[in-house]
């Protein structure tokens, strides 16, 4: 109650305001705000103009600085640089006369004194030189260029201790020739080492942020006249809009509330020359208020009596109405019958558009005939009606539908092979459709002045059926009459012949696509453009899509690159060919291999009209024969790797001997002693290659006990953990829990897993990399699943079928002897187990290893 009355109160006062203010009072208000409005707005718009000239010419002022700076440090390093390595040797540095950084600062402290103005800082963090590590926000705006990819410049006005500056950044990044200097200390000068340490300002990269040049140009007194400068104008503005305000004020009170008062008088002075017929309108003085509610309430007094007015002119001319209408009585009855035609033709052709209508929907005749009585019956005057249809095997018409006619024959048989075109007076009903049956309309009259007419439905001069009419009068029949009946009666046998032949359609449809369906493989059925024209329900399950979504629609557009046809699809070929093609491919899957038959479907000019396309799916007998060819080539070169292996350790083993007494007999001989370690080194490497390959062909004893693959992983990070952690390599696991244990041999499973962390770390090839190490127990399988994923380099897509293969490796030479994944293979195969290897080139590689629980 209380919200109401609040609300009621101020909807009172918001009234009271607006009556109370004139028309002038309002529209000065109005254009005082504007005014008012104009002058902040010029004044803002001056002092931002203002204050971006001022940061040009202090961002010009800065770039004379920046490029003094950057053309005495190129001078360093393009010319004097050059110049002291020439004279000197590459291993000698002087400071004041080969360092960029410090040669610019120097310059720069000399040309401070000459624009005091002007501060010039090279910053950066963790400085060699303390006095310039970077301040605070000289950090921000490192970390700003950090993000945004150490490329542009910043400059703006910023508050230094309270007092505006104009500030300009410019990152700089370290390049091959600044490495010397800030990357290893013990690359670095030795002079720049005794003077600032072996800590600051080394440990950097090439590409790295260095750090910012900075040029500072103190603008608090330009920033004042700015400010100055916008007041001023706004006082200036706000002087010429007061002059405007005046004059329109002054002009608004001549040109608008004079006229509209001298237009209230006129209204008052009507008013009070008829004071019985219009509303008191108080005069000016009396109620001071808003003239256009006066004017409002004056232009209502007058409609109110215009209204009175009409009112009395309508009774004046009542009477002559009412003559007017009995005169147009008489039009109106003959129009009237006329309209009676006009409804009767206008049903008629409204019936046999609804026929028509109903003769091209695709449905069943059951739920066309109905419609059909149904229309025909409210033009033609008829108690009832029923079709009957040919039925050419029974060789009778049969009823079909029947509306209020009870008394018709289900069955009507037509005797004879060749019935006559015309009868004689039919004896029944019957007799009466049978004549109807050989194309010719017949009245049988049942009773008197009641009978059925029959009429043929008739299409392409055969009947089809015959459409009988109960309770017709045959004297009310007319001309007219019987051409609507013959009309009505082909209108439904063209739909009757078409509804047949789409049902006989249909059915070959539904039997071609049921063989379709019938087929497990994908069948596609394709016209030369590659839009799909039918397809069975095995393509529909592996792509999950709708039969009826892909009709019309391009094969690839659905398993293909959306945009073009599949770079080794069979089509093309067809068409050149015109003869069956049978090829391999991993579309239009690429985690399967398909074998794909295509067969041109020909027109009657020898031209592929259709492809018939059968996919059948050959992943796991690839993979099969991949496994085999895998095992058969590691038994073989098992086999090779012993015979090799023991034809080489014997005469390795005689070098060896040889070599201890050589060194006994050169023992004072230091170069004879030096080329005996060599070749010491080198057989002893020999045979070490030689155990390799012994271990390989014969793979030892597996010697297999219940262990936890978690724990036996986690025992191999421990090992590794560390030595990757320092070499920038960041490992992320997730072990599944529930993962029960297993037997297996856990050196060779650990051996297994070594070797695969040592590739993928050697696969990042020096730079930060990440690997994630995942294990899942698939309980349904029975499998346990281990992951290894990293982001190196990546696996070629041609050498994924071959990094198993024994002595084979992209290492450089004597980094590896090819037999790492081979072993880990063979390791896995004992186990009963698969794996597998997935890459990106590029991007990752991830192996998947699944042994059985």
């Known amino acids: 109650m209380q919200k109401n009355g609040n609300k009621d109160d101020l909807r009172r006062k918001s009234s009271w305001f607006k009556s109370s203010m004139g028309v002038q009072s309002k529209f000065l208000l109005g254009t005082g705000l504007i005014l008012l409005a104009v002058c902040l707005v010029s004044a803002f718009v001056i002092y931002f103009y203002e204050k971006r000239q001022m940061e040009q010419d202090a961002l010009a002022k800065s770039e004379l600085v920046m490029g003094a700076v950057d053309a005495s440090r190129d001078y360093v390093r393009e010319v004097l640089r050059p110049a002291m390595y020439e004279k000197y040797g590459q291993d000698h540095f002087m400071l004041e006369a080969m360092s960029t950084s410090y040669v610019g600062r120097s310059v720069m402290d000399r040309f401070t004194p000459t624009l005091e103005e002007f501060d010039y800082r090279r910053v950066s963090i963790n400085a060699r030189n303390t006095d310039y590590e970077a301040s605070e926000l000289e950090r921000e705006k490192i970390e700003h260029f950090a993000e945004q990819g150490k490329t542009g410049e910043w400059q703006g006005v910023v508050s230094v201790n309270g007092k505006d500056q104009f500030k300009r950044y410019r990152p700089v990044v370290f390049e091959s020739e600044c490495m010397r200097c800030h990357g290893s200390p013990d690359d670095a000068p030795e002079v720049l080492v005794e003077m600032y340490g072996s800590e600051r300002g080394f440990g950097r990269s090439e590409g790295e942020l260095a750090g910012l040049s900075v040029v500072s140009i103190p603008v608090e007194a330009a920033m004042a006249q700015v400010r100055e400068k916008a007041f001023s104008v706004f006082l200036v503005v706000f002087l010429g809009v007061s002059i405007v305000f005046i004059a329109l004020s002054f002009f608004f009170n001549r040109m608008v509330v004079t006229n509209l008062r001298g237009l209230l008088e006129i209204f008052r002075d009507e008013a009070d020359s008829h004071p019985a017929n219009l509303v008191h309108i108080p005069s000016r003085g009396m109620d001071a208020g808003d003239e256009l509610n006066e004017l409002t309430d004056a232009a209502s007094s007058m409609a109110e009596h215009l209204r009175r007015t009409r009112e009395q002119l309508r009774q004046y001319a009542q009477n002559l109405e009412v003559k007017v209408q009995e005169r147009t009585r008489a039009l109106r009855d003959s129009e009237e019958r006329l309209q009676v035609q006009v409804r009767a033709r206008n049903q008629e052709l409204q019936t046999l558009n609804v026929l028509a209508e109903l003769t091209t929907q695709a449905v069943g005749l059951s739920e066309i005939l109905p419609q059909v009585l149904h229309w025909t019956l409210k033009t033609f005057p008829a108690r009832g009606a029923g079709i009957y249809l040919y039925d050419e095997n029974q060789r009778m018409l049969v009823l079909q539908y029947h509306e209020n006619s009870p008394g018709l024959s289900t069955k009507v048989p037509l005797q004879g092979q060749d019935l006559p075109a015309s009868m004689y007076q039919p004896r029944n009903l019957e007799e009466s459709i049978v004549q109807a049956a050989c194309g010719q309309a017949s009245y049988f009259d049942c009773r008197q002045n009641s009978g059925c007419l029959n009429i043929p439905l008739c299409c392409r001069g055969r009947v089809l059926g015959v459409m009988t009419f109960s309770g017709v009068n045959e004297n009310e029949l007319t001309s007219e009459m019987h051409s609507l009946l013959a009309s009505i009666g082909r209108q439904i046998g063209i739909a009757v012949e078409s509804l047949q032949n789409m049902e006989k359609l249909l059915q070959s449809k539904e039997l071609l696509q049921s063989v379709f369906d019938g087929i497990t493989d994908q069948v596609i059925l394709m016209d030369r453009d590659f839009r799909i024209k039918m397809v069975n329900r095995a393509y529909a399950r592996m792509y999950n899509v709708d039969m009826d979504e892909v009709i019309g629609r391009r094969c690839y557009e659905i398993h293909g690159s959306g945009e073009r046809p599949c770079h080794d699809c069979g089509l093309n070929e067809v068409l050149k060919t015109r003869t069956p093609v049978v090829l391999e491919t991993r579309c239009p899957a690429p985690e399967g291999i398909f074998q794909v038959h295509c067969y041109p479907v020909l027109d009657e000019s020898g031209d592929v009209e259709r492809v018939i396309r059968y996919v059948k799916e ?87 006990h219940t262990a936890s693959l978690n724990q036996t992983l986690e025992e191999v990070l421990g090992m590794v953990g560390e030595q990757f952690k320092k070499q920038g390599v960041q490992i992320e696991t997730d072990l599944d829990p529930d993962l029960p244990q297993m037997e297996m041999d856990t050196n060779k499973i650990k051996q297994v897993f070594m070797n695969l962390l040592m590739n993928a770390r050697q696969a990042m090839d020096g730079r930060d990399g990440k690997m994630h190490i995942s294990t899942r127990y698939m309980a349904q399988d029975s499998l346990a699943r281990v992951i290894f994923w990293d982001n190196g380099e990546g696996i070629p897509e041609y050498m994924q079928d071959k990094i198993f293969d024994p002595f084979f490796s992209t290492k450089r030479t004597g980094e590896g002897t090819g037999l790492g994944l081979s072993v880990s293979y063979g390791i896995i195969r004992e186990h009963g187990g698969e794996i597998i290897v997935e890459s990106r080139p590029g991007e990752w590689t991830r192996f998947v290893i699944e042994l059985p629980v």
């Open 618 to 704: 050959i992943t796991d007998q690839k993979q099969m024969e991949q496994k085999i060819q895998q095992t058969e080539k590691l038994v073989a070169m098992g086999q090779l790797a012993a015979g090799v292996a023991h034809e080489i350790n014997n005469p390795l083993g005689v070098i060896l001997c040889y070599v201890e007494l050589l060194k006994r007999q050169f023992s004072e001989v230091p170069q004879g002693q030096e080329d005996l370690v060599t070749i010491e080194k080198q057989a002893r490497n020999c045979k070490r290659i030689v155990s390799d390959l012994l271990e390989f062909a014969r793979s030892g004893e597996t010697s297999k």
